[in-house]
């Protein structure tokens, strides 16, 4: 294997003579900091054993400036052997005449302009590809150039990944703010009947309602994908469990083996309707779930447009909701959402089926509330909820955790929601450092541990970001 970072100096020349005149001999090599007319120069020689190779430069040191068709095509335009392409800030290149025969893993990520067609010539010419990640790359396309390209179905592909995708207008000569076009052309177009790890970053724009249901539909459906590597596992795990966010402007969905691990399905859309979200979070994750156990249903809503998810309030899936930011105001009714969950709903003749009976952890952070206000909401849902069953003991009970940025609360407000019948506890500051006059919120270890930077909600812009909301 080669590993070759060139960083310059007096002997760079005649080092580069000696290392590429084994060019036919490589099998694995990584290139890192090596300038463009390295490759130029040195790289139009067939390359047959090559099987791996990674190209990549500096944070913020590509050379877009280079003509891309100035030189031979690369290693002689074929590279029969290679089985793993890896690209990282490398802008410089021209894949457009290249074959590949054996491609199973391609991973192109940051700042990299890429051609719709150069794009999906390398997934057609790779059936065996099993890794497909796209990731920080502007791709340019129109749309009205050309027809679109047969279906390629890739029946190996396990991992499959769109996130950070900008697109470029060719008409326009710039980045559009929207990415819809060109993601839903490749989901239309690349059919991944095995995958079992599925990521996609969509924005999108002030689209019609018929617009985003094609969009929707285009989706590999989560129980699918999920179900498929259960299949691969010798014995069966836990019941999946699925993240669902409703943030301003934003609606999101992953899907867990465990929260410990990676989402196996994930999705981002930005600008997306929350009531359209709310509907396909029905239909795939409760009526449409494929396993007889459904998945435990994880609500985290930041907007202070939070109806959406009291049409999932029937869902006895809903075990954790998490409320953050405006998530507490009241809306333009006069109405709060802490104030629907003490209540009550009649769905139909007979007990409450709701609001969310299979709650079983209450989270809150960055809300103006008052430790009375949710000590009378736990109060009154306990009521009622007591009802509903012959022993108390079989009455599920409230995990309540509280985070940062919350309104007055004072000790003995504490001590009685932590008292209160329903509650099972409450992790937040620590009573023993709050006097009766200490009215203003602290942070605790306990509440650090349970909103720190590291938790997927509490911070959009972590480094994080890209695989938990």
């Known amino acids: 294997m080669l590993k070759l970072s060139l960083l310059g100096g007096r002997y760079t020349q005649v080092f580069l003579k000696l290392v590429f005149r084994h060019l036919n001999r490589w099998e694995e090599a990584v290139l890192q900091y090596t300038h463009p007319y390295v490759v130029q120069q040195n790289f139009s020689q067939s390359a047959p054993h090559l099987r791996k190779l990674t ?83 502007t791709v340019v396309w129109d749309p009205s150039s050309a027809p679109s390209p047969p279906k390629m179905v890739l029946p190996h592909l396990l991992d499959f990944s769109l996130t950070d995708i900008f697109q470029h207008e060719a008409t326009h000569e710039r980045r559009s703010d929207t990415n819809l076009e060109t993601i839903h052309h490749i989901l239309q177009v690349v059919q991944i009947p095995a995958c079992v790890s599925f990521s996609v970053e969509i924005n999108l724009p002030k689209s019609p309602s018929t617009q985003l249901q094609e969009l929707l539909n ?86 202070r447009r939070w109806e959406a998810i009291l049409s999932l309030q029937d869902l006895d899936t809903v075990t954790e909701l998490k409320i953050k930011g405006q998530a507490c105001s009241r809306n333009s009714a006069g109405e709060s959402l802490l104030e629907k969950l003490e209540s009550p709903v009649h769905f139909s003749v007979g007990p409450p089926s709701g609001p969310f009976l299979g709650l079983r952890t209450l989270s809150f952070a960055g809300c103006a509330i008052e430790g009375k206000e949710i000590l009378k909401m736990v109060r009154k849902r306990h009521l009622w909820m007591e009802d509903l069953y012959e022993e108390e003991a079989d009455c599920p009970k409230l995990r309540i955790l509280l985070g940062r940025k919350m309104g007055a609360f004072s000790a003995s407000i504490m001590r009685k929601i932590r008292a209160a019948p329903g509650v099972e506890e409450v992790v937040g500051p620590d009573v023993s450092q709050l006097t009766d006059n200490d009215w203003h919120f602290r942070s605790s270890e306990n509440e650090s541990a349970c909103f720190s930077s590291k938790d997927p909600d509490s911070d959009r812009d972590s480094e994080d970001d890209k695989y938990y909301f």
């Open 218 to 303: 285009s989706l590999p459906k989560p129980s699918m994908v999920y179900d498929r590597r259960q299949s691969q596992k010798s014995s069966k795990s836990q019941p999946a469990v699925a993240r669902v966010i409703f943030r301003v402007g934003d609606f999101g969905c992953q899907v867990f083996e465990d929260l410990s691990s990676r989402p196996r399905y994930s999705v981002l859309l930005r600008d997306f309707p929350h009531d359209v979200g709310a509907r396909w979070v029905r239909a795939e994750l409760a009526d449409g779930w494929r396993d007889a156990a459904k998945p435990d249903l994880h609500l985290n809503c930041q907007s």
């Open 55 to 137: 190209l990549e430069f500096g944070v913020g040191g590509t050379f877009s400036s280079l003509p891309l068709d100035s030189s031979p095509p690369m290693f002689g335009g074929d590279l029969p052997a290679l089985e793993e392409l890896r690209i990282r800030r490398w802008r410089s290149s021209d894949w457009t005449n290249i074959r590949f025969h054996r491609l199973k893993i391609l991973d192109i990520s940051d700042e990299i302009i890429l051609g719709i067609d150069t794009l999906l010539g390398i997934v057609q010419q790779s059936p065996d590809l099993r890794v497909l990640r796209i990731d920080g790359v």
